[in-house]
């Protein structure tokens, strides 16, 4: 069994928001850097389809890896509130979109996405997340 993530996108010239949708349904926001061509640190990363798989550290706490993102590196799904000046690429849910790559509530936000998306991996389920416009 696989669960299906997707997130759809609204591109503007400060920053991404989305809906991301699980199997279907609207969990939450997010938001993202703008794209400037996938270039490391400063752009979000282009529109595919991604394995999730969980990942915890001391800054983040409990999160999510995005996996195989085309010439990046730990592109993680994460909480922050402005993209321009907390993002190096990553998404991050959002309860409430305030404007172009900003939003309010992140934790719980991603507590929320945490709480349907770990149970699956943990019965060893695949979380496929597809980024479209």
Known sequence: MSMKLELIRTYHSNGVNGELLIDGTKVCNTIELPWLDNQ???????EGTYQLTKRYSQRFGHH?????????????????NDALKESKGCIAPV????????????????????????????????????IKT
């Open 95 to 130: 309860s409430v979109l305030t404007g172009e790559g900003k939003g309010l509530r992140s934790r719980v936000a991603l507590q929320l996405v945490l709480s349907l998306v770990y149970p699956e991996l943990e019965k060893g389920n695949k979380i496929l997340l597809t």
């Open 64 to 80: 999510l890896l995005v996996n195989s993102v085309a010439n990046r590196n730990y592109i993680l799904i994460h909480a922050y």
């Open 40 to 46: 490391p640190r400063v752009s979000c990363i282009p």
